[in-house]
């Protein structure tokens, strides 16, 4: 039980997102205090910590058995009591979406701000809806909610990118050293990758566990790539001469 | 091939597709943005020029108005001061000769007045203000017709080319109103309202239908002036019913 235990802590994506996770916190804790209270900063600081903590917290619940029964059971689960995709679909496939699109909004002109709002006010109601009438259990695989999750993620970043090539204020600045651009290049590709992986891992474990697992780790490198992003956001006022000041319209 | 392999291979290729077409959309996006930058920077380029064209050209019609300006207050003025002051000095009378001398003095004032509005300078130390009062006396005196300035602020901090746009404008709508509409009395109001701040120049001439394109091209010409420091440009009229001009500075 102690070795794996210790087996999933130094796992090399557990390690690397606590890492990760450190390094962050260094970073915000160094950052004046007038930047700390700054959406730009304070925004990926939060999605940083929210993500690792939940991934510490997927493992606890993987060697507290009777825990994961106990929520399995409330949820009506008494077929699967192991499983516990209940926590990854509340975390990462609602919270975490509705997480990273706040973030996008924050790059946004306000115009464009309220399709954001849209798109995460009909998430909600979908998500509710899928999960009330039984179509989608919180406890079991959710295709449909990941696949709503992934499109507006990418609606979002396209919003963004179609105000990068329209809009004045960008048109004056070099993308590549944007760390916004960075971050929707970056969503993009881990959402829209990770969907195809959530789609097809559950069939790939059983005919080609190989395949499956090395799916799994592009999985993985993408969650940490955007790990990595939140971190250069964060820790941008630390490098002036790598990347130009950003076109916002947030409001601090 | 068995179809499991089959599954696999298409998962392998839809995969590899979707990055390669999600890296081809962020590439065109770059490319894209690099090129409206180019196109930005040679628009906001042909803007500035233009701009600079427009000062230049607003610099000189100052410049001519100023000396036709100078022309006539040379003849009519000057000229006949000193043809005074000679007619003065001819006199073997003590008194006329004194008479002669203060002429003398006031043609000298008159031409350093004068001299000093030879080249722009004068533009920097006036404020609109005084340039509208003054525009406004000068037409007073001259016996077009009566004039009244209100102000509910001085237009003091003004940069140069959005004093010169406003002075040209100014000077020429004054201009048009003496010239073309024989009025009685000309307005000038500076006030504030939501617009922002704002100078109405009104008279009471004969006035013109505005909707007409004949009538336009020099009013266009103001207009396209005023657009050029970011102001405004508003001209109301009707036959009969005198000219209203708006002019809405920038903010």
């Known amino acids: 039980m102690v070795s794996q235990i210790l087996q999933a802590i130094f796992h090399w994506f557990t390690f690397s997102t606590n890492l990760l996770l450190i390094i962050g916190v260094i970073f915000f804790i160094k950052l004046p205090k007038k930047k700390r209270v700054n959406t730009k900063y304070w925004l990926p600081f939060l999605i940083l910590t929210f993500t690792v903590i939940c991934e510490d917290f997927g493992i606890y619940t993987n060697f507290n058995f009777e825990f994961k029964k106990a929520v399995n059971a409330y949820l009506g689960n008494t077929e699967y009591p192991k499983f516990n995709l209940w926590f990854f679909n509340i975390a990462r496939r609602q919270i975490g979406v509705i997480l990273y699109l706040v973030l996008i909004q924050y790059w946004l002109q306000p115009a464009h701000k309220k399709y954001i709002n849209w798109m995460i006010y009909g998430f909600i109601i979908l998500a509710v809806i899928l999960q009330v009438s039984g179509i989608e259990p919180l406890y079991f695989n959710q295709p449909i909610i990941s696949a709503i999750g992934a499109n507006v993620i990418l609606i979002g970043s396209g919003l963004y990118f179609i105000e990068m090539i329209t809009h004045d204020q960008y048109l004056e600045s070099n993308p590549l050293r944007l760390v916004s651009f960075w971050q929707m290049t970056i969503l993009m590709f881990t959402f829209s990758l990770n969907y195809i992986s959530s789609v097809a891992l559950m069939y790939l474990y059983i005919v080609n566990p190989v395949l499956g697992k090395a799916l799994q780790e592009i999985s993985y490198g993408m969650w940490l790539c955007t790990l990595g992003v939140l971190i250069m956001t964060i820790s941008s006022p630390f490098l002036p001469g790598l990347f130009e000041k950003e076109p916002s319209y947030g409001t601090n | ?251």
């Open chain 2, 1 to 251: 091939m068995e179809p499991t392999e089959d599954h696999i291979y298409v998962i392998i290729f839809a995969t590899l597709f979707l990055a390669g077409m999600m890296s081809t959309f962020v590439i065109s996006m770059v490319f894209i943005h690099r090129q409206r930058q180019a196109q930005n920077r040679q628009k906001m380029d042909q803007i500035k020029s233009e701009h600079e064209k427009t000062l230049l050209n607003i610099e000189n019609e100052i410049q001519q108005e100023t000396l036709t300006h100078i022309g006539r207050e040379l003849h009519d003025n000057i000229g006949q001061l000193l043809s005074l002051a000679k007619l003065n000095f001819g006199s073997i009378k003590p008194e006329k000769i004194a008479e002669g001398r203060d002429i003398l003095g006031q043609a000298i004032q008159e031409v350093r007045g004068l001299s000093k509005q030879l080249n722009l300078d004068w533009v920097e130390s006036i404020n609109i203000n005084e340039f509208i009062e003054q525009q406004l006396t000068r037409i007073k005196t001259t016996g077009y017709c009566e004039t009244s300035l209100e102000a509910e602020f001085d237009l003091i901090e003004l940069p140069k080319d959005q004093k010169l746009v406003l002075i040209r404008v100014i000077q020429e709508s004054l201009n048009n109103a003496i010239k073309h509409a024989s009025p009685d009395k000309i307005l000038i109001k500076l006030h504030e309202n939501g617009k922002g701040k704002q100078i109405f120049i009104k008279d009471d001439g004969r006035g013109f239908d505005s909707t007409q394109q004949a009538s336009g091209s020099g009013m266009f010409n103001l207009k396209k002036r005023m657009e050029t420091i970011g102001g405004e440009f508003n001209l109301t009229s009707a036959v009969g019913k005198g000219t209203e001009i708006t002019l809405t500075l920038p903010n």
